[in-house]
């Protein structure tokens, strides 16, 4: 039986964070957590989409980084709310 590709990224993403995939991803699995990789301080949430509108900023960004040599790195804030919210990809992650 061939892995759902959804599976195969929450993997992906456990194996990037050194945790494990909660196979059930709920209160279903046992583990104690409704997150779908278990880690001991993140609760990381995994999403598969066709289309992310972060991810579309994030490659227009890209083009001008890579044109002055620098990691692209999109920040998000929205009003009234404190803090922000930092996309990095996962492979410009691991160079800084």
Known sequence: MSDKAWKAFERRVAD?????????SGGNSG????AD?????L????KKRVKHSA???????????VKEGKTPVVCLSEKN???????VHSDDFLKL
Request: with cysteine; hydrophobic share 40%.
């Open 16 to 24: 990037f964070f050194h945790g494990k995939r909660n196979p059930l």
């Open 31 to 34: 583990s104690g957590t409704r």
């Open 37 to 41: 990789v278990i880690h001991d301080r």
């Open 43 to 46: 609760f990381i949430e995994c």
């Open 55 to 65: 991810v579309t900023l994030w490659d227009d960004t890209k083009k001008k980084a």
């Open 81 to 87: 709310r404190p803090g922000f919210w930092i996309v």
